[in-house]
């Protein structure tokens, strides 16, 4: 299986800015897609981000302009979040797919993430 690991998530102020990470390991199989999802309270959770092997991204637009994905060679992705808005207060889940389209479902999840944004 892969294994999924995100940090960084904290209170911020609106207007501010924070960077979440992602460590992958083990071997299950061979990473393509990664993405970020979130998750509101009492609501479904929702794509945030994609990004291939090859750092191709694509991005919801409520986040567009604001939020930029990247990763690493060694599968690692990270979340630059900027402007944050109160909306944006949600659990931030890394995920990872063996396939090369980011519409095939994700099979591996990491446990996720607390971001606060206050008013």
């Known amino acids: 299986q892969v294994w999924l690991v995100e940090s960084g998530g904290e209170l911020v102020q609106a207007g501010g800015s924070l960077r979440l990470s992602c460590a992958a390991s083990?071997?299950?199989?061979?990473?393509?897609?990664m993405g970020w999802y979130r998750q509101a309270p009492g609501k479904q959770r929702e794509l945030v981000a994609t990004?291939?092997?090859?750092?191709?991204t694509n991005y919801a637009d409520s986040v567009k302009g604001r939020f930029t994905a990247a990763r690493d060679n060694a599968n690692n992705i990270y979340l630059q979040m900027n402007s944050l808005k109160p909306e944006d207060t949600a659990v931030y889940y890394c995920?990872?797919?063996?396939?090369?389209?980011?519409?095939?479902?994700?099979?591996?999840w990491g446990q996720g993430t607390q971001v606060t944004v206050s008013s």
């Open positions: 990004i291939g092997s090859d750092s191709t």
């Open positions: 995920a990872a797919s063996r396939y090369s389209d980011y519409r095939m479902p994700f099979e591996s």
């Open positions: 083990g071997s299950g199989f061979n990473i393509n897609v």
